[in-house]
């Protein structure tokens, strides 16, 4: 009698909800290059955004539902290099830099480029890093950047030559910010599941109100706001680290 036949066969196959939200996410960054293609910047915006949206839900459905796999985590990486490496660099591409000429494609490429990487770190990272916060700008606050920025111009028909060079720096500078050693806040720590002050709930409700007034100008602002966060938290603490030096010193030479 042979142990292997008495055991019960092992089930193959991949969990269908969260990877559902993972292919929403995909579909969406695809549709964003299809808008770009054909001129709609405005949808294709939102369809990064949207792509940010079903990318935040599938992996805490996963946690909720115990649905994690190698598979989806994979599935969930690919899904992000299409949605917030490729889209936004061809959204923005096909919206200014190709006024650039050379230096418009290569701007994009950089951002492309630096998404990959961006991925890829934070793959080898996994299960070594701080939870709380990520190493470099994250590819969809990135993405959000980018998205925003050609939703502001197209939402109030803004025009010039100067809006080129403007893509292009903030393209290069979104770029560098995912492969720079920045640290970022991940918010994992956050407790959704507990109870919270009443305040907080009121200010969710005026955040969303603000959001509600002006999406785009919001939006964009909010993430700008994020992606600056990052050098100005290791300035903090490069100051921090140096007066804590200078008053060891002090102490010594007391």
């Keep these: 009698m042979h142990p292997e036949k008495d055991k019960p066969p092992r089930r193959s196959g991949i969990y269908l ?7 929403a996410a ?28 079903f990318d935040g839900f599938d992996g805490r459905i996963a946690r909720l539902t115990n649905t994690q796999s190698d598979f989806g985590a994979e599935y969930d990486s690919l899904s992000d290099m299409v949605a917030f490496g490729v889209a936004p660099a061809l959204v923005v591409y096909n919206w200014a830099l190709s006024g650039l000429d050379k230096l418009g494609w290569l701007a994009a490429f950089v951002y492309t480029a630096a998404a990959a990487l961006r991925l890829a770190r934070f793959n080898t990272q996994i299960g070594m890093a701080d939870r709380r916060y990520f190493q470099g700008l994250p590819s969809p606050a990135a993405a959000a ?9 197209t939402d109030n028909a803004l025009s010039g030559d ?8 903030l393209t290069t500078a979104a770029g ?3 492969v720079s ?17 009443f305040v907080v709930m009121v200010a969710v409700v005026l955040g969303f109100s603000l ?4 999406p785009p100008i919001v939006l964009f602002v909010l993430f700008v706001g994020y992606a600056i966060s990052g050098p100005l938290m290791t300035l903090i603490q490069l100051r921090q680290r140096r007066g804590a030096r200078r008053r060891e010193r002090q102490k010594e030479h007391d």
Aim: negative net charge; glycine residues 8%.
């Design 26 to 53: 995909l579909f969406s960054g695809f549709y964003a290059i299809l808008a770009a293609e054909q001129g709609r910047f405005e949808a294709a915006a939102l369809g990064i955004f949207a792509a940010m949206v």
């Design 162 to 169: 100067y809006l080129s060079w403007l893509a292009g720096l």
């Design 211 to 214: 959001v509600v007034l002006d």
């Design 176 to 178: 560098l910010l995912m």
């Design 181 to 197: 050693n920045f640290r970022y806040h991940s918010f994992k720590e956050l407790d959704v599941h507990g109870r919270v002050p």
């Design 145 to 153: 950047i980018l998205a925003g920025a050609v939703w502001i111009v």
């Design 17 to 23: 909800l969260p990877n559902l939200f993972t292919t």
